[in-house]
């Protein structure tokens, strides 16, 4: 699937932003210090400016070699079994989609191991919309 700019943009070794990172006010820590890297990183790609690097650890998916994208085969209520920064295992249960009378009518697995990087924050989904990317080594 070629959505995604920030997938690209990792795929070419450029730095991407997320907006999403941190969505309905759940913002952690590790969101802050992760968005906070990533601006420094696009700065100095755009020589503007260089930052000096000893504060900087590992961050999102910088580490990996594929980004994954798990789009919602269905309408309905999302329900995350996992959060971002998880690992997760092929096979493990990422979440199901509930119907309003609270019966699951589908439930998404892993296709392969990973990290999820990004996570869809809200309640009602519409099929075909970015529900998870993830990265692994795999």
């Known amino acids: 699937n070629k959505k995604g700019a920030a997938r690209r943009a990792a795929q070419k070794k450029i730095p991407a932003l997320l907006r999403e990172h941190g969505g309905l006010g759940r913002c952690s820590r590790e969101d802050v210090d992760a968005y906070k890297i990533k601006i420094k990183k696009t700065i100095e790609y755009m020589n503007i400016y260089s930052f000096d690097k000893k504060d900087e650890g590992l961050v999102s998916g910088d580490a990996y070699k594929n980004f994954y994208e798990v789009y919602a085969p269905i ?62 080594n795999f």
């Open 75 to 136: 309408t309905g209520l999302w329900i995350a079994s996992k959060k971002v920064g998880d690992y997760f295992y092929k096979g493990d249960i990422l979440g199901c989609f509930m119907n309003p009378f609270g019966d699951v009518s589908k439930t998404i697995y892993a296709e392969r191991e990973g990290r999820i990087l990004y996570q869809k924050k809200v309640l009602p989904i519409l099929e075909r919309e970015l529900l998870i990317a993830f990265a692994s």
